[in-house]
């Protein structure tokens, strides 16, 4: 566990912090990928891909409203999915639930990046000296090369076995059986289908490897800027303090 001793180290800012930075910089990555896929425009695209339409029999006009109240629950938290449309139910009790259950597992994750954004800004705002600076960049660093490999790893998974990767991930999350569904009767799986997922899942995936690439470039660089050495005085040269009063005369040196 990280202490704010570890802050007085001068090596840096001590393991369990650079650890706690690393781990900050990955959530946070993953949450600003996912945002843009969160809105009205990438999910009609999608669901034009998937040929929801057809799987639904609604009008694109209808699809819009359902989508824009599902976003609207999701994202900003406006309803509780219970979405209706010439005042008929679109979802029954256990999607919703399902939902629900979905927006508590995604705002949790926006909280912990969040958590993990106001960590990194509070350590660069305490870790004045460069040698330390360099070091919280170093971490972050670390954390986006970290996700980098995550991402690669997962990603591979994802595309040689989705369905086990969407199983999986739902056994992580959810209570076994809550998020099950007929694709012949239940809406939700007619609205987002198998298809949806998997390219949406490999468009995150893109957003996260990208975004790290390019944090991991800058924050090495920030790194070997901050550690980069003071200039030094030239070679066999010191500077001798005077200990007579000033009298407008230059130091001596010494050779």
Sequence with gaps: MASTSDLDSSAGIGRGWSTLVAASTALLLV???????????????????????????????ELDAIDGGLLGSLALWQGDFRVALDGRPVLNDREVGHLLDVRAVLWGGFALAAAGAALIAALFARTRPAGRRAAVWRAVAGGARATIVGVVAIGAFAVLAFPVFFETFHRLFFSEGTYLFDPRTERLVQLFP????????????????GLSIVVGWFASRRARLFGAP??????????EPSSAPATGNAPRASR
């Design 194 to 209: 198998t298809q949806f997922w998997s390219d949406t899942t490999i468009a995150i995936g893109s957003a996260i490897l």
């Design 31 to 61: 949450a600003l990928a996912i945002v843009p896929f969160l809105s009205p425009a990438w999910v009609r695209f999608e669901q034009d891909r998937s040929d929801v339409g057809a799987l639904t029999g609604f009008t694109a006009a």
């Design 230 to 239: 003071a200039a030094a005085p030239a070679a066999g040269w010191t500077a």
